[in-house]
């Protein structure tokens, strides 16, 4: 997919571009998420998409993505069957309507470093992505006290947001 959208550089906190994968079931939900991340500040190589459990793991296998957001459900199937896979490689973000307790335990249990829900603010997900390509770029820690360190509002910080797994 490409960019419509030229994201602005961050003054005094260069960023390498990251890749995003969007497993979404929903077409208008995966092309609209992936649009937004696309106009979003965070620097990107790519903002790729996939429909399902097949398409989620070929593209991840040949793109690498540094962040894949994740349904819950993709159209009957389970999409947080997909994380420790997709954890592997990537810090995995779960983008969906069904916020309850148990699915967000499942969730972080199988490795997702954050869970946002569909109906919270566009930019709570948008932060998430950039705070993923802020630990990237300080090798997997927040910088202390630096430009470049970041911090999530108390919204995104109660989703769990952690650190991307890195090999």
Do not use: W
């Amino acid at each position: 997919m490409s960019s419509p959208c030229t994201p602005p550089t961050q003054a005094g906190c260069p960023l390498a571009p990251i890749g995003v994968l969007v497993i979404d079931d929903q077409p208008a939900v995966r092309e609209g998420v992936a649009r937004l991340i696309a106009c979003g500040s965070t620097p990107l190589r790519y903002v790729s998409t996939a429909a399902n459990s097949a398409e989620a793991l070929s593209a991840a296998a040949l793109l690498h993505p540094d962040v894949v957001v994740l349904d819950v459900d993709l159209d009957g199937e389970d999409g947080l069957a997909l994380i420790p896979q997709l954890a592997l490689g990537a810090g995995v973000l779960v983008l969906s309507s069904h916020g309850d307790a148990a699915t967000r335990a499942r969730a972080a249990s199988l490795g997702a470093r954050a869970f946002i829900e569909k109906h919270q603010p566009a930019a709570d997900l948008l932060l998430a992505i950039e705070h993923f390509g802020h630990v990237l770029a300080t090798g997997g820690e927040k910088a202390p006290g630096g430009a470049c360190a970041t911090s999530l509002p108390a919204v995104v910080a109660s989703s769990d947001v952690q650190a991307p797994h890195r090999p």
